[in-house]
């Protein structure tokens, strides 16, 4: 039976339960750029008495998968969207959707550190209101009930590492601005590490988009001003960097090369001016310079050598 022809079985009325989207990733945090992927788990609660023609998991596993069909049809312009499920509890080794019984036992019982970094940023972007309401109110419990251990800090330091040897490879080539050295995720793991060392005890701190969190913990104290400062200035080169190169490129790129005949053309959309070779030196440059001191505060958060 096709998905939508499952779901016309039921009438509106008899829908068998409540359902709710739930955004992670730029989509949770109001960060999407341009080709983005949309993170998104599926959570439903089932009705108190259902009767139908297909089991209420069921119904909803295909409701899910017809949403992202939409989604992610493809239009002469390119598809709209490339959906990420991945994230959802047991990754894809579950199921698609879960029941909210399902999703909070889950997090309280089997979820690993690197799903609490993750939820930072989740949100209920779809669905019945009060659903996503419990949704989030299941998520922040989880995130923030405790703090960080040390050796827990060691281990996000270490999940940093390897994203950085297994994504970015050694940069001989081209730089990743995302998950190379002194990139993106540099400053989305010292965030988030703070994040959750201290918002148990910090509520303010309890961020979604990265801008946000990092103001948040230099407003608490937690982490000093000028640092954050500089983390700020070097979040927006980055992320601005990635934007340009991906509306050059009309791909979901993150690496620009050492050295190259497109680097001029980047540089130009970036605003610099001069000749090619002047350009592309200056371009590459000013990364460096961002890139090394984003590793440097990396270093002192983490207690790591750099």
């Not at 669905?127 to 923030?144: H, Q, T």
């Amino acid at each position: 039976m096709a998905e939508t022809e499952t779901c016309r079985r039921y009438r509106l009325e008899t829908v068998p339960g409540r359902f709710a989207v739930v955004g992670l990733g730029k989509l949770g945090a109001r960060e999407l750029t341009y080709n983005s992927d949309l993170d998104l788990i599926f959570v439903y609660v089932p009705s108190a008495s259902v009767a139908g023609p297909v089991s209420v998991h069921e119904f909803f596993t295909k409701l899910a998968q017809t949403l992202m069909t939409t989604l992610q049809v493809c239009t002469r312009e390119g598809r709209m969207y490339s959906i990420d499920t991945r994230l959802r509890p047991s990754g894809n080794q579950g199921a698609l959707v879960s029941s909210l019984e399902s999703f909070a036992r889950y997090h309280a019982e089997s979820a690993q550190l690197w799903e609490r970094q993750a939820m930072i940023k989740a949100r209920g972007v779809a669905g019945e209101s009060a659903l996503r309401d419990e949704v989030e109110a299941i998520v922040e419990r989880f995130v923030y009930a405790r703090s960080l251990r040390d050796d827990e800090i060691d281990e996000i330091h270490r999940l940093r590492m390897r994203l950085e040897h297994e994504l970015a490879g050694d940069e001989r080539a081209e730089f990743n601005v995302k998950t190379g050295r002194g990139g993106l995720l540099d400053i989305e793991f010292m965030v988030q590490m703070k994040q959750l060392r201290h918002g148990a005890d910090v509520p303010a701190v309890r961020r979604r988009a990265t801008r946000h969190a990092l103001a948040a913990l230099a407003s608490a104290g937690v982490v000093a001003t000028e640092e954050a400062a500089t983390l700020e200035q070097s979040y927006a080169f980055l992320r601005t960097l990635t934007n340009r190169l991906r509306i050059e490129r009309d791909q979901p790129v993150e690496s620009i090369e050492r050295d190259g005949y497109r680097l001029p053309a980047l540089a130009r959309r970036l605003g610099y001016v001069g000749p090619n070779d002047a350009v592309a030196r200056q371009l590459l440059a000013d990364y460096g310079k961002h890139r090394e001191r984003v590793r440097a505060l990396y270093g002192r958060w983490f207690g790591v050598p750099t």
